[in-house]
């Protein structure tokens, strides 16, 4: 589990891919990889990742493909600056939001605006995901913790101001237009909205059989039926 408060970014040093995965090498800053071992947790660009080699200020990760597929951890090459996070520990001060490092899709950058120390971002995302996108509600972009500021429905995209600390200690400036980010919703979110959305169609189904029924017994129906039809002819008279 993660808080959203990146650490800092570290550079990937190689990409070797495997018949289904691919193995990363990143190097760090090595005084943030005190304590660390084999096994360990880590946060690169908002995806969780399992340690599996400690050379010093290198470290391996394997990236399956379910996760190559969902994220952007793909496109990553020798050179790549990425974004990276050690899972908190029990007694660890939370200052974002709780993150799983399981990201649920890439959004893409559509617009970017700066002024006087101000910078925001307008990600564009699928449709299927903007009943989980609120204003004031939690987001992440690459394992960063942001608060959503605004969202646009009609046009599938949300905005996001960032501070200058954390523009400092993340790769945030590298992005361009059309540049693929990680983005993880809120599961607190998606668990509110997915639970009332099945109680309304339940409780919503079950009316609706009994108003229908209702109706079946009275020519209610067949009456609306018929306006409707007039209504169009005229319409188009």
């Given at each position: 589990m993660f808080t959203g408060i990146v650490m800092g970014t570290a550079i990937v040093d190689k990409v070797i891919s495997h018949d289904?995965?691919?193995t990363v090498f990143v190097r760090f800053p090595s005084n943030d990889l005190v304590t660390l071992t084999i096994g360990a947790s880590i946060s690169i660009d908002g995806v969780c990742l399992t340690a599996t080699s400690i050379n010093n200020d290198l470290v391996s990760f394997d990236i399956i493909y379910n996760s190559l597929k969902i994220s952007t951890l793909d496109q990553l090459v020798p050179g790549s600056k990425v974004n990276y996070e050690r899972s908190f520990v029990a007694n660890s001060e939370i200052g974002g939001h709780i993150l799983s490092g399981h990201i649920d899709f890439s959004g893409s950058v559509v617009k970017q605006c700066s002024f006087t120390n101000n910078y925001g971002l307008t990600i564009g995302f699928e449709s299927k995901w903007s009943q989980y996108i609120f204003p004031k509600?939690?987001?992440a972009i690459n394992g960063c913790s942001l608060t959503v500021s605004d969202v646009n429905r009609i046009n599938n995209t949300f905005d996001v101001w960032l501070i200058p600390e954390t523009l400092r200690v993340t790769n945030i400036l590298d992005l361009k237009i059309n540049s693929l980010v990680n983005i993880e919703i809120d599961r607190n979110t998606q668990i509110l909205v997915d639970t009332v959305r099945s109680v309304a169609?339940?409780?919503f189904g079950?009316?609706?059989s009994i108003i229908l029924a209702a109706l079946s017994q009275?020519?209610?129906?067949e009456d609306l039926s018929q306006t409707l039809q007039i209504g169009s002819k005229k319409d188009s008279i």
């Amino acid at each position: 589990m993660f808080t959203g408060i990146v650490m800092g970014t570290a550079i990937v040093d190689k990409v070797i891919s495997h018949d289904g995965y691919n193995t990363v090498f990143v190097r760090f800053p090595s005084n943030d990889l005190v304590t660390l071992t084999i096994g360990a947790s880590i946060s690169i660009d908002g995806v969780c990742l399992t340690a599996t080699s400690i050379n010093n200020d290198l470290v391996s990760f394997d990236i399956i493909y379910n996760s190559l597929k969902i994220s952007t951890l793909d496109q990553l090459v020798p050179g790549s600056k990425v974004n990276y996070e050690r899972s908190f520990v029990a007694n660890s001060e939370i200052g974002g939001h709780i993150l799983s490092g399981h990201i649920d899709f890439s959004g893409s950058v559509v617009k970017q605006c700066s002024f006087t120390n101000n910078y925001g971002l307008t990600i564009g995302f699928e449709s299927k995901w903007s009943q989980y996108i609120f204003p004031k509600g939690f987001i992440a972009i690459n394992g960063c913790s942001l608060t959503v500021s605004d969202v646009n429905r009609i046009n599938n995209t949300f905005d996001v101001w960032l501070i200058p600390e954390t523009l400092r200690v993340t790769n945030i400036l590298d992005l361009k237009i059309n540049s693929l980010v990680n983005i993880e919703i809120d599961r607190n979110t998606q668990i509110l909205v997915d639970t009332v959305r099945s109680v309304a169609e339940e409780k919503f189904g079950a009316l609706q059989s009994i108003i229908l029924a209702a109706l079946s017994q009275t020519n209610f129906v067949e009456d609306l039926s018929q306006t409707l039809q007039i209504g169009s002819k005229k319409d188009s008279i």
